[in-house]
């Protein structure tokens, strides 16, 4: 049945709105920022581009099942150090790292090889850890993920002749610009909405809604979440290498409770339970953190220089979860995606009914 | 054999550390599905209310220069007042979320805390001498014990004791355990929520204090994070032993102990580093084979 308000173009706007918008948003932020962005603006737009790599990363699995997770920082750090060993440092890796096979220990490899194995190698380590975690469902999920969080930081503090312990990596090549950052936003944006549209992505929700009817409509929780928590393992290798060669410093730390505090504040304000929810919420939190850290470096009224004392930042971010949670338990976005205005939301009606006669 | 002694004189000491805190924790999730991670914090923050806040590395003392008792008295009472701030302002409210957004909402708790003892003390590791007395040894027929294991030992036993005491044979203590096994039941059998809840967060408290008094006197030293690593270990001895069951949870804390200094004494070197990652793997595998825990209650259970 043909409607002639309807086209095509128009059915595709409506269905993927939310994507499109937050694709274009990305790319006209960018663009500014290119254009008339100091130095200093620019680190702050990569900044924000790969926490939303990181929270599109862990909400790909978070969003769709359900499962709160604590731990996926832990596919960053293995991405970020599989990248630091493949790209830095060739003269100190023999000293440094000697318990690196020779292959890494004696040889370096270009970028983007090291970043496509990096995020192989985080996605492989995902799917390993999947096979077992994702055997457990609720609760128990979420606090084994914990556990995977603190085995990875063990191990790696500790294994001196190959991640070099607590201590820093240093000297990666520092290669993100503004346009790569953007480039794996979008990707982990699109692999995101992809997902969750995808027959998959959908069985997957269902059991988030309630996982028993799921069961008994025949939804495999099993190879749903699996497959959802490797995606979201390589996304979040994806961010692991962005940030090691972001910042051109590795260290295991920086992938510990912090980390995985600020992006479920972040996922928790936006609201978890959609794509644009996580978005909106690392825009948010990334706002206020950047906001309160300016004004615990001084603001000049005058001749005075006022300035708030250092951690305060974290303290209103913390407060700031903690009313969402209070009173806005589905985040900002309420656990729905952007949509068009109304004004075409008639014609985004009519699409659907018209597509759901044709079938 | 006098070296298997020292071993498990060490295991049942750390055993009894995370027995504490695991029986708080547990104490909590029973009545209202929370695991508080701000127990770290508690732990923290009542260490640190012995010195006086200044950015100093060996600050001079608050509640710690005060004789023993008032110096206990003193942190139990500012740990209660912290548990119970805490459960009115941030937990009440969201009394009935489920347990993955309660657990998410403590971990933001406890951030908050601990920035604001960074804030209020600086995030410098401090140095405090209390207790000194107690760290020397004391032998028994050949095997020496530290004092400070004794003390330990002793404060988990007369605390243990308490809590079966206070569990088992006043009204708060059986109307607290029929809150943890059915507490939409026990409501309407007219068991006041708040109250029970209130109760549990106090208790919770008076553990940690305890639980800091200890550490400080075992370390010496004032760390923002000393909380945390004890209540990671702790939590997962209530994984361990049973979510929600008190025996379990003691239990579990023991079952951590052991396996912790065992592994330490039986590891190869080369592996003992790695050591936690082992007791981890340990949840692990209990959440894979037995994810209702060694003891089971009835609230594990889920119903459909």
């Known amino acids: ?359 | 054999m006098q070296n298997l002694i020292q071993i498990i004189v060490d295991a049942v000491a750390l055993g009894s550390l995370y027995a504490l805190v695991s029986l708080s924790i547990g104490l909590v999730f029973g009545v209202m599905r929370l695991i508080n991670f701000a127990q770290a914090d508690y732990i923290t923050i009542g260490a640190y209310a012995l010195v006086v806040p200044t950015a100093s590395v060996s600050p001079a003392l608050l509640l710690g220069a005060l004789p023993f008792a008032f110096m206990a008295g003193g942190v139990v009472v500012v740990v209660v007042v912290l548990a119970l701030l805490t459960e009115r302002l941030a937990f009440r409210p969201m009394r009935g979320s489920d347990p993955a957004t309660l657990l998410v909402s403590s971990f933001a708790v406890s951030y908050f805390l601990q920035h604001l003892v960074m804030l209020i003390h600086s995030g410098r590791p401090k140095s405090v001498g209390i207790g000194n007395s107690l760290s020397a040894a004391v032998e028994f027929w050949g095997i020496r014990v530290p004092g400070t294991q004794l003390l330990t030992m002793g404060v988990a036993l007369v605390m243990l004791v308490a809590m079966v005491f206070f569990l088992k044979k006043t009204p708060m203590g059986i109307q607290m355990r029929a809150a943890a096994e059915n507490f939409q039941m026990a409501r309407l059998m007219g068991v006041k929520a708040n109250r029970v809840i209130a109760t549990a967060f106090a208790i919770s408290g008076i553990m940690a204090a305890a639980v800091s008094l200890l550490l400080v006197v075992q370390t010496g030293t004032l760390d923002i994070r000393m909380g945390l690593m004890p209540v990671i270990f702790a939590f997962f001895a209530t994984v361990i032993g049973g979510m929600g069951s008190l025996p379990g949870a003691a239990l579990g804390g023991f079952i951590v102990g052991f396996v912790t200094v065992g592994l330490q004494a039986f590891l190869p070197p080369d592996l003992r580093a790695f050591r936690d990652a082992f007791v981890f793997m340990l949840v692990i595998g209990f959440l894979l084979f037995r994810p209702q825990g060694l003891i089971v209650t009835s609230a594990a259970r889920e119903r459909v």
């Not at chain 1, 951690?311 to 338990?329: C, D, P, S, Y």
């Open chain 1, 1 to 359: 049945m043909s409607n002639a308000t309807t086209t095509p173009y128009q059915s595709f706007l409506s269905r993927h709105f939310a994507v499109l918008l937050i694709a274009a948003c990305l790319v006209f932020i960018v663009c500014l920022v290119h254009l008339f962005g100091s130095v200093m603006v620019q680190r702050v737009v990569i900044e924000a581009l790969i926490r939303i790599v990181i929270v599109v990363g862990i909400y790909i699995f978070t969003g769709n099942s359900g499962i709160i997770s604590f731990g996926s920082v832990t596919f960053m750090a293995i991405a970020a150090y599989a990248t630091g060993w493949q790209t830095c440092c060739e003269m100190l890796k023999p000293i440094t790292m000697s318990g690196l096979p020779s292959i890494l220990r004696d040889n370096s490899y270009p970028v983007y090889v090291s970043a496509l194995t990096s995020v192989s190698l985080a996605a492989l380590a995902a799917f390993v850890v999947g096979l077992i975690l994702m055997r457990l469902g609720g609760l128990a999920a979420s606090i084994s993920t914990l556990a995977i969080l603190f085995i990875l930081n063990v191990s790696y503090s500790n294994w001196e002749t190959v991640t070099m312990g607590t201590a820093s990596m240093v000297g990666l090549p520092t290669y993100i610009t503004p346009w790569i950052a953007l480039g794996a936003a979008l990707i982990a944006v699109v692999c995101a909405w992809v997902f969750q549209n995808s027959a998959r992505g959908i069985l997957l929700r269902a059991t988030r809604a309630d996982e028993v009817a799921a069961a008994a409509c025949g939804v495999s929780l099993y190879w749903s979440r699996l497959i959802a928590w490797t995606l979201s393992g390589a996304v979040m290798g994806l961010a692991g290498v962005l940030t090691a060669h972001f910042l051109g410093t590795v260290s295991i730390n920086s992938y510990f409770l912090n980390l995985t505090f600020l992006a479920l504040a972040m996922l928790v304000v936006g609201g978890m339970k959609s794509l644009s929810g996580a978005v909106v919420g690392v825009v948010v939190v990334s706002t206020i953190v950047d906001m309160f850290r300016r004004l615990e470096a001084g603001v000049s009224l005058g001749d005075t220089t006022l300035s708030l004392p250092a951690g305060t930042q974290e303290l209103v971010l913390a407060g700031v979860m903690i009313v969402i949670l209070m009173f806005r338990k589905d985040g900002l976005m309420g656990g729905k995606e952007f949509c068009l205005p109304k004004r075409w939301a008639a014609v985004r009606s009519e699409s659907v009914t018209s597509e759901r006669n044709a079938q």
